[in-house]
């Protein structure tokens, strides 16, 4: 069975730390690896998404992507109370198949 | 139109009735998607339109749900006989083209409570 498997939180952290989201998956042959992020009672948006190996990163969040072990992360620096939010991973596995989420809290 | 839209907002419905929801994509997108997001869950995928072909029906629950997709453009789904355990926000997405590398946009979703 194709799993996205995601610590349900809450993760909590103090206003200008480092947040790190961990999701692990499945399947072996996926390629494409996605965060998306969902405020209470919103839809989700996407945050940010990566197609190989290695890292991204987009102004203060960096997607870590290890293919060998399964693992893709989600680092969120300085992070903000308006950060506080669920953090969906999402993965390819023919279709996109979505984490649960973790709830993510930044105390001001 | 800008974004995606879902119609209804929300749905209150008795148990055993139909209920029909309503997803236009984003204006060009070919693929449509839906899902189904239970209280404090993630997302579950329901269905797959690429045009107004649905190759991946793999994930309609039961034979209660059905979906169809007219003009490659707005997408009903409809749930018969509705159960309380189809209480949820039923979630549309549409992306440009199918395919593993596309970025699906949502919809705000159609909250439905069944009593």
């Known amino acids: 069975q194709k799993e996205v498997e995601q610590n349900s939180g809450p993760l909590s952290v103090p206003e200008g730390a480092i947040a790190s989201l961990n999701c692990t998956y499945s399947?072996?042959?996926?390629?494409?690896f996605f965060w998306y992020r969902q405020y209470s009672g919103k839809s989700p948006e996407l945050i940010m998404f990566i197609y190989s190996n290695g890292d991204k990163e987009d102004g203060r969040f960096t997607a870590q992507l290890n293919k060998a072990s399964q693992y893709v992360s989600l680092l969120i620096r300085d992070s903000q109370p308006s950060d506080s939010a669920t953090y969906l991973c999402?993965?390819?596995?023919?279709?996109?198949?979505f984490g649960s989420g973790t709830q993510l809290t930044v105390l001001p | 139109g800008a974004g995606v839209s879902q119609s209804p907002s929300n749905k209150v419905t008795e148990k055993g009735k139909d209920v029909e929801l309503r997803c236009d994509p984003i204006?060009?997108?070919?693929?449509l998607y839906w899902y189904r997001q239970s209280l404090g869950q993630g997302l579950e995928f329901l269905i797959y339109f690429q045009g107004n072909s649905a190759p991946d029906k793999s994930g309609l629950p039961s034979d209660r749900f059905s979906a169809e997709r007219t003009g490659g453009s707005v997408s009903t789904l409809t749930i018969q006989r509705t159960q309380q355990e189809d209480s949820a926000v039923y979630l549309c997405?549409?992306?440009?083209?199918?395919?593993?590398?596309?970025?699906?946009?949502f919809g705000a979703g159609t909250r439905l409570s069944v009593l």
């Open positions: 204006s060009g997108h070919t693929a």
């Open positions: 997405a549409s992306s440009l083209a199918g395919g593993s590398a596309n970025i699906q946009y």
């Open positions: 999402a993965v390819n596995m023919g279709q996109l198949t």
């Open positions: 399947d072996r042959g996926s390629q494409s």
